[in-house]
């Protein structure tokens, strides 16, 4: 076995979706690159299935890995999943999302133009478009953010969140208090600051793809709102208040 590290590490964070991880899995089989990449596969303290549905794919696909954050939290697991990665970039994706087959590609190319760029968002598209149209992010032309500038909440998203590992490094990777499982859902957009303001510059670009299969209606949004406005309420705070 090569011990070269792979050119494209993907971490997908779970939690009690034993169930719906199939789709996620089965577009990592279906991508098509002829660079290297890894996908490691956070099991957030889990009480059902989802070990035995990620062994089982890595079973099939030894670039798929399985391993296990038991504090609860999106952030807990991203923080420990790109601590896992051996890349120099490292993509994150959500178990409810499914990669387009030229994602490794896509992924890498969105970094190759710009040494200086730390984290990329990539677009999301509806799978089911009776889905609510929420989460998702369908501009088709880049935007560059500068070093050192304001980053609206939601600017890019988490469902489709690229960074270099430098960059990781340099802010100490994500925040364990914030994330889904926690009051706090904006660990997404609390490190694309945390990296800007360490002095790199951000990038949305079309190019990395991914369908988000969120499976929430209309009807469900009222209901979302509230845990979204926390999100903002605490990436605001934390910002204000830091030097």
């Known amino acids: 076995m090569s011990s070269a590290k792979p050119d494209l590490s993907i971490v997908i964070c779970t939690r009690n979706r034993a169930g719906q991880l199939q789709g996620t899995l089965d577009s990592l089989l279906a991508m098509t690159t002829i660079r290297s990449w890894e996908a490691i596969l956070v099991d957030n303290a889990s009480s059902d299935g989802t070990a035995d549905v990620i062994r089982r794919y890595g079973e099939i696909e030894p670039r798929i890995r399985y391993s296990r954050e038991d504090r609860i939290g999106l952030g807990a697991a991203r923080d420990h999943g ?13 178990d409810d999302c499914y990669v387009a087959e030229d ?4 992924v ?18 509806l799978f089911d478009p009776a889905d609510a149209r929420v989460t998702i992010d369908e501009r088709d032309y880049p935007v560059e953010m500068a070093p050192h500038s304001f980053v609206p909440a939601g600017a890019i998203k988490g469902a489709n969140l690229s960074f270099r590992r430098e960059a990781l490094q340099k802010i100490d990777g994500f925040d364990p ?7 706090f859902p904006c660990e997404d957009i609390d490190a694309v600051a945390a990296v800007l303001w360490a002095g790199y510059k951000g990038l949305y670009d079309p190019r990395p793809l991914v369908l988000h299969h969120h499976c929430r209606r209309e009807a469900d949004v009222p209901r979302l709102r509230p845990g979204y406005d926390r999100g903002r309420r605490a990436y605001f705070a934390k910002f204000l208040l830091g030097p």
């Open 108 to 125: 890498l190319a969105a970094f190759n133009g710009d040494p200086d760029v730390g984290v990329v968002g990539g677009r999301i598209l």
């Open 177 to 183: 208090e914030l994330g889904a499982g926690t009051p």
């Open 103 to 106: 994602y490794v590609d896509a």
């Open 82 to 94: 790109w601590r896992e990665a051996q890349s120099a970039v490292i993509a994150l994706t959500d």
